[in-house]
């Protein structure tokens, strides 16, 4: 079956991490045996040297083609996120599409919680772009808040099509106009 599929790591299995270079951000996969544990963006390439497995290459196949078609459905193993509720949030943002975006308070109330809490959800998300906690936007229609920076989550709106209400601020923090 295609999709998101949430599964334990076997601790047996080695930890491998790996370097992917896109057009709008460097990122450092980490996976175990045949599960995705993390994924960080960043502006800047990290240097160490790239493990490589079938499982890493599948990963980058994805993210490839997630950069060629925004619209692109990921089907990959991703680590159990570690609560319940975290999991119901990464479960909603994956049903948002390319081009959708909605804001905290909206997806707080489609799961019947607060705003706050979908925000600190989204902060713990290791896996951005795959589980898109950048379609989250501030109630205001600005951009809200993002771990891996405000540019990036702007670059990847733009890339997917959604056009955000507010400019993003001369040197903003990562965190600028976070909800909590």
Not at 80 to 98: C, E, H, N, S, W
Request: proline fraction near 6%; aromatic fraction near 8%.
């Amino acid at each position: 079956m295609a999709g998101i599929r949430w599964c334990q790591p076997s601790s047996r299995e080695p930890l491998v991490r790996a370097h992917v270079a896109l057009e709008f951000a460097h990122l450092l996969i980490e996976t175990q045996g045949e599960v995705l544990l993390r994924l960080n963006l960043n502006r800047q390439r990290q240097d160490f040297v790239s493990d490589r497995n079938d499982f890493i290459d599948e990963v980058t196949a994805q993210l490839h083609a997630y950069q060629a078609d925004p619209g692109f459905d990921f089907d990959i193993n991703l680590a159990y996120p570690g609560t319940d509720f975290r999991l119901r949030v990464y479960q909603a943002m994956i049903q948002l599409k390319a081009g959708d975006a909605i804001s905290y308070g909206e997806l707080a109330q489609r799961l019947q919680t607060a705003p706050r809490a979908i925000g600190g959800a989204c902060r713990a998300n290791p896996y951005p772009i795959i589980v898109p906690c950048h379609r989250i936007l501030a109630a205001n229609g600005g951009l809200g808040g993002f771990a891996c920076g405000l540019q990036v989550k702007r670059d990847l709106l733009e890339r997917e099509g959604v056009r955000v209400s507010r400019r993003l601020p001369e040197n903003a923090s990562p965190h600028e106009g976070k909800p909590f």
